[in-house]
């Protein structure tokens, strides 16, 4: 990936130690492992994707997935753990409206889930999506590529714009490829001019890689303000 001179926003919660993507979340003293990369097997990019996002807003600790004994976990969380273990590896992978209705089984008191498909209004789409990295929420997006039958999930994390103010593409967590080492994120989803596609690019990807991909939807995972009794 090019390093250039154009400007980069990326949520706050994001930090680089020494060589490792950690995170902060909003509330939480201790800093966090943020990336985590899907087997080569199965089909869980849109479980990872969520993963990392629950882990960024201080929802969910996805190390919690590995735990050998169930009650060594708080109660709340054994129910979310008991479910994505009963559907092991995603092969057939998820759907957004899936992802939606199983975060918000689990934690609808704790967080906002919204289902956003891009339909014809790409501008719009777009702004939904700049509209919640700005507050610090992570957004999962849905990328297809239907030449090639490719469907994955991503987690866009920032974005990229040039000295105008004009959108040139988002910064992702991708969950297929390696932890980033030396930046914030390791792909990027770069708009080709008319908005509706994207190049498709990640830390480990050869020139011969760079597909053309859709943007087609997105998940938006935004905490609740805790109200006062």
């Known amino acids: ?50 993963l990392m996002a629950l882990g960024i807003l201080g929802v969910f600790e996805p190390r919690n997935i590995t735990v050998d004994r169930m009650k060594d976990l708080p109660a709340k969380e054994q129910g979310f753990v008991r479910e994505l273990h009963k559907h092991g590896l995603y092969r057939k992978g998820l759907y957004g409206e899936e ?23 790409t501008e719009e789409f777009l702004q939904t999506v700049l509209d919640s990295l700005e507050v610090g929420s992570p957004c999962i997006l849905g990328i297809s590529n239907r030449r090639r039958k490719l469907g994955h999930w991503v987690l866009a994390v920032g974005y990229q714009y040039d000295s105008d103010t004009e959108l040139l593409g988002f910064l992702i967590l991708d969950p297929g490829v390696s932890s980033p080492k030396m930046m914030l994120w390791n792909g990027m989803l770069n708009l080709i001019p008319d908005g509706s596609k994207c190049e498709y690019l990640t830390i480990d990807s050869r020139p011969e890689d760079i597909l053309t991909v859709e943007i087609e939807d997105a998940v938006i995972i935004s905490r609740k303000s805790k109200t006062k009794k």
């Open 1 to 50: 990936m090019s390093n250039n001179p154009n400007n980069f926003y990326v949520i706050p919660q994001l930090r680089l130690c020494d060589g490792e993507l950690l995170c902060k979340p909003n509330g939480k003293r201790a800093l966090r492992e943020v990336h985590f990369q899907q087997g080569t097997l199965d089909g869980a990019c849109g479980v990872y994707s969520f």
């Open 99 to 121: 992802i939606k209705g199983l975060l918000e089984s689990h934690y609808r008191s704790r967080i906002q889930v919204d289902y956003v498909e891009k339909e014809n209004k």
